[in-house]
């Protein structure tokens, strides 16, 4: 399984950004998918996920709103859509698949494959 995140970059607040995440050796429409983001000196932390079962779809209290998360299963692929951005959504963020039961979906444990991640920064 590989997880190859794209889209990362400088933007401004305010702005909008889109993260893919491609992945091989695993079906996008398969799988339960998610975001994660780490900035300097803090825990990953969840972003947002997408279940296999049904198209639920779950997010943190803050990108709730803002951020939407979608699969491309033509290109077999993660989508998050990032509007409104704002400097403390700076971090580098990660994709992720798995199989999380329910009351794991928003926990680093839930997902079993990792990229490597991409930076975002954004300026105020």
């Known amino acids: 399984v590989q997880l190859v995140e794209s889209g990362g970059g400088l933007a401004q607040a305010g702005g909008s950004l889109r993260l893919s995440c491609a992945a091989s050796?695993?079906?996008?429409?398969?799988?339960?998918w998610a975001w994660f983001r780490q900035a300097p000196g803090h825990e990953r932390e969840f972003v947002a996920a997408?279940?296999?079962?049904?198209?639920?779809?779950y997010y943190s209290d803050s990108v709730k709103g803002r951020f939407t998360i979608s699969r491309d299963n033509a290109k077999n692929a993660i989508i998050l859509q990032m509007n409104n951005l704002k400097p403390e959504d700076t971090a580098v963020y990660y994709c992720?698949?798995?199989?999380?039961?329910?009351?794991?979906?928003?926990?680093?444990?839930?997902?079993?494959?990792w990229g490597q991640g991409t930076q975002l920064t954004v300026s105020s």
């Open positions: 997408i279940r296999w079962s049904g198209s639920n779809t």
């Open positions: 050796g695993r079906t996008v429409s398969r799988d339960s």
């Open positions: 992720a698949s798995g199989r999380p039961i329910l009351t794991t979906v928003r926990l680093r444990s839930g997902y079993d494959a």
